[in-house]
């Protein structure tokens, strides 16, 4: 059984927008900083956006100011609010915990196509 779990991806636009979703494990989200990750075809993953358990954010200049990272520490979850989204952000879509590099086992991740 998977420790996160990543949902809300999908077929959209260019200039539209997804709301993506992680659901952890206590074990994992409690006191844990959490980050976004994506994955391009033929490209390594890499870190788009990150939240401490405290609420302080960070985000990869490719998506500042259009991507939105929150989390809900109730339901032990984290989200990434996508607006105004590009081609280039077609990728697969990861959560994990950490905020420089993923210290948990990856879930299977959440495919988003961006259509021009």
């Known amino acids: 059984q998977g420790q996160l779990a990543e949902s809300g991806g999908g077929l959209v636009q260019a200039g539209g927008s997804l709301r993506l979703s992680c659901a952890a494990s206590?074990?994992?989200?409690?006191?844990?900083?959490m980050g976004w990750y994506r994955q391009a075809p033929g490209k390594q993953r890499e870190l788009v956006a990150t939240i401490t358990s405290g609420g302080t954010t960070n985000y990869a200049d490719s998506v500042k100011g259009r991507f939105t990272i929150s989390r809900d520490n109730t339901k032990n979850t984290v989200y990434l609010q996508m607006d105004s989204l590009k081609p280039e952000d077609t990728a697969v879509y990861y959560c994990?915990?950490?905020?420089?590099?993923?210290?948990?086992?990856w879930g299977q991740g959440t495919q988003v196509t961006v259509s021009s």
């Open positions: 994990n915990t950490g905020l420089t590099h993923p210290g948990s086992p």
């Open positions: 206590i074990r994992l989200f409690r006191f844990n900083a």
